[in-house]
């Protein structure tokens, strides 16, 4: 209790700029932990809705059905919603008799649209996870020599100086950068997680756009896409 109480005093005491230093940087630090918590929630979600869409499209339902069951819900987002755009544009170019290659590769580009939509709703947030993890140790560093800098140009004015003297000043200027690896490390850490899982959808997503896209192939040339299933 001693030591976060001394810590606190050293905050307090610390010269103007460095508590702007660590404002900034404690500032930064709930910023990412915020961004983290609801990244987290997102991506989540986003894993859940694609299992259990990939569950349901892969049983044999009925595309048509399975596509007014998502319209009818207002629309959906991740993999319901790149399956949405595809099917929506496949079956528009179908009525309006377009040759079969022309009505896969327009599906396609409308999967593909979705996509870039989702994986950028996914990403929003990521690259402030990555400006505070490189540059959090770099402010804090700032911090630190400002502190050390005020603290030994006080000494111009005694005629001996002592330990005791600097210590102070060298102890908050250190606290900056405690509080700058502090807010960059969880960001770092963050962005590498959130960044991995954010690639692994999008090869789902991608993987899901070739097999859907091989389906509507297959129906292109015969049938209706309104009674069209998937295979298993």
């Known amino acids: 209790m001693g030591e976060h109480l001394s810590i606190i005093r050293l905050i307090v005491e610390a010269s103007v700029p460095v508590q702007?230093?660590?404002?900034?940087?404690?500032?930064?630090?709930?910023?990412?932990?915020?961004?983290?918590?609801?990244?987290?929630?997102?991506?989540?979600?986003?894993?859940r809705e694609a299992d259990r869409f990939e569950s349901r499209f892969w049983s044999g339902d009925d595309l048509a059905q399975l596509y007014r069951a998502i319209e009818s819900a207002g629309?959906?987002?991740?993999?319901?919603?790149?399956?949405?755009?595809?099917?929506?544009?496949?079956a528009r170019q179908r009525q309006a008799n377009i040759a079969p290659d022309q009505l896969v590769e327009g599906a396609r580009r409308a999967m593909r649209v979705a996509q870039l939509k989702e994986i950028d709703r996914m990403e929003h947030g990521l690259a402030t996870?990555?400006?505070?993890?490189?540059?959090?140790?770099?402010?804090?560093?700032?911090?630190?020599?400002?502190?050390?800098?005020?603290?030994?140009?006080?000494?111009?004015?005694?005629?001996?100086?002592?330990?005791?003297?600097?210590?102070p000043g060298i102890s908050e200027a250190l606290v900056?950068?405690?509080?700058?690896l502090f807010a960059a490390i969880p960001a770092v850490m963050g962005y590498n997680?959130?960044?991995d899982q954010v690639s692994r959808l999008e090869i789902r997503f991608d993987a899901f756009i070739e097999e859907f896209s091989t389906i509507l192939q297959r129906h292109a040339s015969r049938g209706n896409a309104a009674t069209a299933t998937p295979e298993r």
Request: glycine share 14%.
């Open 193 to 195: 997680r959130f960044a």
């Open 129 to 167: 996870l990555a400006t505070v993890g490189s540059t959090s140790p770099y402010v804090g560093l700032f911090g630190t020599v400002w502190g050390i800098m005020a603290a030994f140009s006080g000494l111009g004015n005694v005629q001996q100086a002592t330990l005791a003297m600097v210590a």
């Open 20 to 47: 702007i230093v660590i404002a900034l940087l404690l500032l930064a630090s709930l910023t990412s932990w915020a961004i983290m918590f609801s990244k987290g929630r997102v991506i989540s979600r986003s894993r």
């Open 75 to 90: 629309g959906a987002t991740g993999m319901a919603g790149i399956f949405e755009f595809g099917f929506r544009e496949f």
């Open 176 to 180: 900056a950068t405690a509080i700058g």
